[in-house]
């Protein structure tokens, strides 16, 4: 099954309805408006439960990446594209790792890094992370890769 990839980034919760053109404002905020608007709890509570919803929604969820892979800052393997910064686990084997090494990103133009990624990614939210407020930790498990170009710095 062919899914559409999913537009996520380290995100505040006010910011979460732009997070995934799948999910939308309407999903997002449904529990804290009209007749559940009366119903819900008073503050910030409404929205942190949809929003934290929404992330264990999108937890395990399968998606298809295209952009850069690299190392960044302390030698961690990150993933970028036009939606934004994720931090990469490699389970796509050794010849996969292999070729990545060495590999850095650029973070202000992703198109220039030497080592471009097309392949399927596990989004990975990180459940220890309870602060809604201040964004959590979304990443990807790379665990299948259609085609890695590695080019000369």
Known sequence: ??????????????????TSAALGAAVLLAPIS???????????????QAVSEAYQALDGQEVR????????????LYFID???RYSIKLDAGR??????????????????????V????????DADDDNVGDGVEIGLVLYDVESLE????
């Open 82 to 84: 036009e939606t934004g």
């Open 95 to 116: 010849d996969v790792r292999r070729r990545i090494e060495g590999c850095t990103l650029n973070m202000f133009d992703a198109a220039s890094s030497p080592c471009q």
């Open 1 to 18: 099954m062919h899914r559409t990839p999913i537009a996520m980034t380290r995100i505040p919760f006010l910011n979460a309805a732009r």
């Open 118 to 125: 097309i392949g399927m990614a596990e989004i990975s939210i």
């Open 150 to 153: 590695v080019s000369a710095d």
């Open 34 to 48: 009209g007749a559940a608007q009366d119903a819900a709890p008073k503050g910030t509570d409404s929205v942190v």
């Open 65 to 76: 990446i295209d952009g850069a892979i690299g190392e960044f800052v302390g030698g961690l």
